[in-house]
Every structure is written in C-alpha cells, then in structure tokens.
C-alpha cells in the first residue's frame, strides 16, 4: 500500500499564494500535539514568511533589485517549509489524520482498479473481435458462447463460440455493424462454474 505523504504542492504555487499558505500551516501546527519539536522553530519559518511578504511589497514598484530580493527570499522560505514537510512526513508516519492537523495537503491513495470479468475489443482485423475473461484457478479449459444482434436489432440465439485452454478468444467472421454478445464459464476440476454476466460490443 502506498504511503501516504504531506505534498510539496505549494512550491508550485503563485508566489502571491503563498505567504497565505504558510501561514496556515503554522497556524495549524502552533501548539498542536502531533508536533512538538519542528526541526525548524515556528518563530523561525514565521519571520521567513513575514520577510517574503515584505519582499512581495517592496517589489511592487517593479525595481529589478526589489523583484530579485522577493526572489531569493521567496527562495529561501520556501527551502524551509520543504524542510518541515520532510519533519511532518518523519512524524506522521504516513497518518492522515495527523497530516491534515499540520496544514500542508496529504497525497493520496490510488483508487484500486477492478479488472473486469469479460472484455471485449477489436480483433485483429475488420469483422473479428477479441475477448478476454480473468483467468480462473486450476481451470482446465473456457467455455465461450455468443449472440448476434442484427443491425435492425433483432437479437440471434445463444451458440457456442469455442473451447479455449487460454482466457482470451479470438472471434471472426462477423459482419460490421452487427452487436456482438459474449459470455463465458470456466471448466475445473470442481465441474462447471456459473457463466459470466454477457458483454457486447459492435462490430467493426
């Protein structure tokens, strides 16, 4: 499972957002339990951010000097919050919950992805099409059967489409613009599972 990690998203922000960031973060991390001793003192990291807002002031008159001040001091305050992400990281743990009490934003958890049971995709050439099922433990064999559904709609019967030793069968001889419909059945040890729900696909 992945870890979870308080992000350095806010390197990437508009300068003018950030002095509004990290004061949040000092916010949320004064006098908050989960984090004791900082690496870097709170009072440190505020006069950084109070610097960088001068800096950001100075700078409005658009003098070189002023704009490369607010640079480097942008520079600086942000090496240190990147300092204390690295200290919020080492004492979360990977908690979410404590990640979000420091004010920096957590990354997240992939979304697992379900694979489905049955797929169908174009074959190898116009009129075939190629399915695919999850492999079944200790099956010997699948079992696949189809439909065709005309054009117009009119829907075909259930006929078998092959036996196949591996999960994936290649179906040809169809004609374009007809709806295909596929479902299959592991052949185990234990007997005959339950075929799948069908799936289809138009042909093309």
């Given at each position: 499972m992945k870890i979870i990690k308080a992000l350095l998203d806010f390197v990437t922000m508009p300068f003018r957002a950030k002095p509004i960031f990290f004061n949040s973060?000092?916010?949320?991390?004064?006098?908050?339990?989960?984090?004791?001793?900082?690496?870097?003192?709170?009072?440190?990291?505020?006069?950084?951010?109070?610097?960088?807002?001068?800096?950001?002031?100075?700078?409005?008159?658009?003098s070189r000097t002023a704009i490369s001040a607010r640079n480097d001091s942008e520079t600086a305050v942000t090496l240190l919050f990147k300092n204390t992400v690295g200290y919020v990281n080492r004492v979360s743990n990977g908690n979410i919950t404590k990640i979000l009490s420091s004010g920096f934003t957590p990354s997240s958890q992939p979304t697992p992805r379900d694979n489905p049971v049955l797929a169908i995709t174009d074959g190898p050439h116009s009129g075939s099409a190629k399915a695919k099922t999850q492999t079944v433990d200790h099956a010997g064999a699948y079992q696949w059967e189809k439909n065709i559904n005309s054009p117009t709609g009119v829907k075909g019967p259930w006929i078998a489409a092959g036996l196949t030793t591996q999960s994936t069968l290649i179906i040809e001889d169809l004609a374009v613009g007809t709806l295909l419909e596929v479902k299959v059945r592991a052949v185990t040890p234990?007997?005959?599972?339950?075929?799948?729900?069908?799936?289809?696909?138009?042909?093309n």
């Open positions: 973060v000092i916010s949320h991390m004064t006098a908050n339990p989960n984090y004791p001793n900082p690496d870097i003192p709170l009072a440190t990291l505020q006069l950084a951010v109070d610097n960088f807002e001068l800096a950001i002031l100075a700078a409005e008159d658009g234990a007997g005959l599972t339950d075929f799948c729900a069908p799936v289809s696909k138009l042909i």
